[in-house]
């Protein structure tokens, strides 16, 4: 069983494209902005041995709004910047009360179950409220980024900076071994 570090697509992959004040998903390869200030984060949490796994809601799929074929360019060019270990995607709309659409928790135990993921010692990353809840329902630590969206719901960290989730993320992440020997030592 391995930690995983799930990373909200959105917010954390490539920049929240706004319209009005809500955040709207890219519709093609083009209006996607990849975020660069996540790569050396993401490649210090492979470096510590955690499964990099994305999820996202693509409503847009049911609409017909997105077609699969520019989410899986938009996807392709994700993988070779980030390399993260899979993709996990809800296509549903809020209307058909799927068990995926993320605040549930359904993709990330669909992950989990085909990764072999310790839930306990995995964490989840956005700058969304939605990903804190699901984190919390699948027995996962939330770490958000600041933004207008993280809202007052659960989470566990909040943190200014993505440069600062490597750091954080290895102090909360020491084995239990270690832990217990820490105690032991007071
Ligand atoms: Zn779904």
Known sequence: MRPAVFIERDGILILDRLEGVQPMPPLFLEQMEPRTEA???????????????????QPGLSHGSLSRRELDRMHSVLRQMFCPDD??????????CCPCRKPKPGLLIEAAFKWHVNMERSFVLSNKWQDAEAAHNAGCTSVLISSPWIGKGHRDIVLAKLEDVPGRIARLHQPASRRVGDLASR
Do not use: S, W
Not at 39 to 57: M, W, Y
């Open 39 to 57: 790569l050396e984060p993401l490649r210090q949490l492979k470096a510590a041995g955690f499964l990099l796994i994305a999820t996202t809601n």
């Open 87 to 96: 993709i996990f995607i809800c296509p549903h709309d809020a209307d058909d």
